[in-house]
């Protein structure tokens, strides 16, 4: 009897059950995955960041008048300034239209009809954005780093498989800061065109002219303004910092580049910290799209 009372009681793992919230945002995660996969984004993605790395990394010397592997330094050289400016807009892309959209389509009402919270909505979407974005980069950077790490020496190996894990990581944060970006933008205006055009401002001021202004008034202030303040204004940048912990991540070599994030590598700031940064900007614009959206009449 004793054995047949062990048989009918349930195990604590099998009588486990997510908590709600938990639950309704995963299913609100899985419905964002799925759309984009019907909408041929994250094989648009993947494929681009794939095409476009095995450009770099297998023909880069081709300007030099031969075809060979280049060195792991100038491949992450590459990767890097192709990742800033791809990542940034394909998230931008992604993620304009989320809230807006849904708006113009009647769709956000009938979701909140249901027994859903906003915030549950705000990280259901996130999350279902988070499977899209990290797929495609495993996908576009993964198979180009497997290839490099085949056909590469020995001692290499362990620096491409570095490189690589921390590009596809600061990647994966990077996009999601501009997914973040969206939803703040798509929640804030009425058409979708408004909000594209914002997002596109936003992304060409951060990517490009930052870090025109920012030199030039290294240049113009160099007596003035600190080596701590210029650190400071790099990393208050999302891109910039991204470029900086790739550049501490990835071989010496690199750091003999003529680049400001020198700067960076040379103040003893360290990779976890870079990477505390990046959490520091996700839960910032996280809480800030929480906070529009429940003050928000729909």
């Known amino acids: 009897m004793s054995q047949i009372r062990h048989l ?10 997510p908590p709600m919230a938990l639950t309704l945002i995963q299913v609100v995660a899985v419905k964002e995955f799925k759309d984009n996969l019907r909408n041929r984004w994250l094989w648009l993605m993947a494929g681009m960041l794939l095409i476009l790395s095995l450009c770099v990394s297998f023909m880069g010397s081709a300007v030099s ?24 807009l394909g998230a931008i892309l992604l993620s304009y ?12 009402l009938l979701l909140l009809t249901y027994p859903l919270a906003r915030w549950h909505l705000v990280c259901g979407k996130l999350l279902g954005h988070a499977y899209v974005i ?6 576009g950077f993964g198979l180009t780093a497997m290839l490099l790490v085949a056909l590469g020496e020995a001692h290499t190996r362990l620096a491409l498989v570095t490189g690589f894990i921390h590009l596809i990581g600061s990647g994966i944060l990077l996009s999601l800061v501009f997914v973040l970006l969206g939803y703040c933008v798509s929640l804030c205006v009425r058409e979708k065109a408004k909000a ?7 992304w060409f001021v951060l990517v490009l002219v930052y870090d025109l202004v920012l030199l030039t008034a290294l240049v113009s202030m160099a007596e003035v303004l600190s080596r701590h303040l210029f650190n400071l204004l790099i990393l208050i940048n999302p891109t910039d910092l ?5 550049l501490l991540a ?5 750091l003999s580049a003529k680049s400001s994030l020198v700067l960076i590598a040379q103040s003893g700031m360290g990779i976890p910290l870079m990477y505390g940064l990046f959490v520091g900007w996700l839960a910032v614009l996280l809480l800030i ?3 529009i959206f429940n003050r928000q009449e729909v």
Request: hydrophobic fraction near 45%; charged fraction near 10%; glycine fraction near 6%.
């Open 250 to 254: 990835n071989p010496a070599e690199t």
């Open 8 to 17: 009918e009681q349930p195990s604590s793992l099998a009588s486990y059950r």
């Open 97 to 108: 239209d989320s809230f807006v959209g849904e708006r113009e389509s009647g769709t956000l």
């Open 242 to 246: 991204f470029r900086a912990l790739n």
């Open 134 to 139: 990290a797929t495609a980069c495993l996908l």
């Open 289 to 291: 799209c929480c906070f």
């Open 65 to 88: 008048g031969s075809l060979v592997v280049s060195e792991s330094a100038q491949i992450f050289s590459g990767l890097v300034t192709l990742a800033v400016f791809i990542l940034p």
């Open 196 to 202: 594209l055009g914002v997002l596109l401002l936003l």
